[in-house]
């Protein structure tokens, strides 16, 4: 296959799904995949044996789940546009609102659905300022449960998302306990409660029933349905993006350029300022692995093989599927990553690609 492509193994997703798949039977919590972190389609046939359906940041996103994962379609917008509700509540099972404000203006054209609320509690387990639910002034979610009271009788559940990459169980315990102080006396009053993503429990050595234990007393104190919405925790680690080597040259350090563009292909990592991750990563020849469009700081990282790069060389930078495909974009007009799958029998199978048409059309 020509690179660049997207290349997603369904034997190394399967195991992040079955974890999953053992957090819902320990706790009796649902698992909804969160489509702004991975929505490429053509692995959904899988995903939706392990998991309950899917959660959306938009009109488009609520469409894609109903359309392509089916089972319950949650919809959330930070913001309704009053020229795209009825279609927002005609493709989901739940609706969820920013704020009073949109609650209060929207939830009468809900008619049918369950209307929840995000909640801010105000405290988070990001470190990253951008990505921080909870950093000053957020705009994601009410805090002030005065102002919640008043319409506590037309809300059916409420969300929550303030993890973000938390991989150490404790944390997300401690943040969990501080919800329940803060708005515990509203939990009880409704019938769900979306704990959002960002919870690493699909890494390797997260205590699970630690964890599932604590999402079903949870549940029980409350006495409501509880959900997780995991993105990355979904998707971790089964992607690569593989390239080739176009180019070698010496300007201090030994560079490669490959065809492929970090900011076109993996721009989560630049705006993120982290390095890309090569497997194997390892030998005596290091290198500065760079992208191809003209952004000088257009690099994936640096990195280690066993012997000097040469050209037509392929490189599979790891961890490709998060926050990556979703945000591709034809920066420069480089190529387009293809998408291929790897099945669980081994055949590779290429289920897109990408042409000049496609730049072109995404223009006019
Ligand atoms: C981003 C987001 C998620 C998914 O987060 P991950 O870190 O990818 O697990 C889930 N719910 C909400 C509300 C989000 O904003």
Redesign the pocket.
């Known amino acids: 296959m020509q690179t660049p492509f997207y290349l997603i193994d369904k034997t190394a997703l399967l195991r992040n799904l079955e974890r999953i798949q053992e957090v819902r039977r320990l706790s009796g919590a649902k698992a909804l995949l969160?489509l702004?972190?991975?929505a490429t389609w053509s692995v959904f046939d899988l995903m939706r044996v392990y998991m309950d359906g899917t959660?959306s940041?938009s009109l488009y996103e609520v469409k894609l789940g109903r359309e392509k994962f089916g089972g319950e379609t949650h919809a959330?917008s930070v913001a309704y546009g009053a020229d795209e509700i009825d279609e927002v509540v005609a493709n989901a099972d739940k609706i969820i609102f920013n704020s009073v404000g949109q609650f209060k203006r929207f939830a009468p054209r809900a008619a049918g659905l369950s209307c929840g609320l995000?909640l801010n509690p105000g405290v988070s387990s990001s470190s990253f300022d951008l990505a921080d639910?909870a950093r000053p002034f957020s705009r994601?979610g009410e805090s002030d449960v005065d102002i919640i009271m008043p319409i506590m009788e037309q809300i059916g559940g409420f969300?929550i998302?303030n993890?973000?990459?938390n991989a150490d169980f404790a944390l997300f315990d401690r943040l969990l306990a501080d919800i329940e102080v803060k708005f515990g006396r509203l939990l009880e009053r409704v019938s769900w409660v979306?704990l959002?993503?960002?919870?690493?429990f699909t890494g390797d050595g997260y205590p699970i029933a630690n964890f599932a234990q604590r999402l079903r007393g949870f549940g029980e104190r409350y006495g409501v349905q509880v959900y997780l919405?995991?993105?990355?925790?979904?998707i971790t680690r089964s992607t690569t993006l593989e390239v080739s080597v176009l180019d070698t040259l010496k300007n201090g350090k030994d560079l490669a350029i490959v065809d492929s563009s970090i900011e076109a292909h993996m721009l989560d990592l630049l705006i993120y300022r982290q390095s890309a991750k090569i497997a194997p990563d390892a030998g005596t020849y290091g290198y500065m692995v760079c992208g191809k469009s003209c952004l000088a700081g257009d690099i994936f990282g640096e990195f280690h093989f066993p012997a000097p790069l040469k050209i037509g060389d392929r490189l599979s930078i790891q961890d490709a599927a998060?926050?990556t495909m979703v945000k591709k974009n034809w920066f420069n007009g480089v190529r387009m990553p293809a998408i291929a799958i790897r099945e669980l029998d081994g055949t590779i199978r290429q289920v897109r690609d990408f042409t000049y048409d496609d730049y072109v059309s995404s223009l006019s």
Not at 196 to 200: A, E, K, N, Q, T
Not at 229 to 234: N, Y
Request: hydrophobic share 25%; glycine share 18%; net charge negative.
């Open positions: 969160a702004k972190c991975f959660t940041s959330y995000r639910p994601l969300m998302h993890n973000c990459e979306s959002g993503g960002g919870i690493h919405e995991p993105g990355e925790a979904a998060g926050y």
